[in-house]
């Protein structure tokens, strides 16, 4: 529960971070065909989660590494100005945010995963969080 301390999440939001998990796009239903049950050696990822007061495509809690798959509606420059300033948010709290818009990834997953799987890498030797509790 010490998570949910750090990240007191509404009911609102967590609603809505599940509704939005049966309404992913085909981009991110083959990133988490991908990545899920740590299909990406043995690194674990959440999807649709809530970081109050935002919500992520897709987290791997143990590098603190966003993964976030970018649609239409993120290329008006609107969107643009609050998806920065939304990244700047979550970076302040120490996360890293990896964005690919859909096309980007559809086109070549393999490198996209890669690209990922480096980062989770680098991230997890660094970091001191961990999934798994030291004995």
């Given amino acids: 529960m010490e998570q949910e301390k750090r990240n007191p999440v509404s009911g609102r939001l967590r609603n809505f971070a599940k509704d939005q998990r049966s309404l992913s796009t ?22 649709q989660v809530p970081i109050t007061p935002y919500i992520v495509d897709f987290l791997c809690p143990s590098a ?37 818009s859909n096309e980007i990834f559809l086109g070549n997953p393999q ?12 991230r997890s030797a660094m970091s001191p969080h ?5 004995r």
Avoid at 69 to 82: C, I, V
Avoid at 130 to 134: C, D, G, I, L, Q
């Fill in 130 to 134: 961990s999934e798994r509790p030291t």
């Fill in 26 to 47: 085909h981009a991110e239903a083959l990133f988490w065909s991908q990545v899920r049950a740590g299909r990406l050696s043995g690194h674990k990822f959440k999807r």
């Fill in 64 to 100: 603190r590494l966003i993964v976030e798959l970018d649609g239409e509606p993120h290329e008006t420059a609107e969107r643009r100005k609050r998806d920065a300033a939304r990244d700047a948010w979550l970076r302040s709290q120490d996360f890293e945010i990896m964005r690919f």
């Fill in 111 to 122: 490198l996209a995963l890669g690209t990922v799987l480096a980062a989770v890498t680098r």
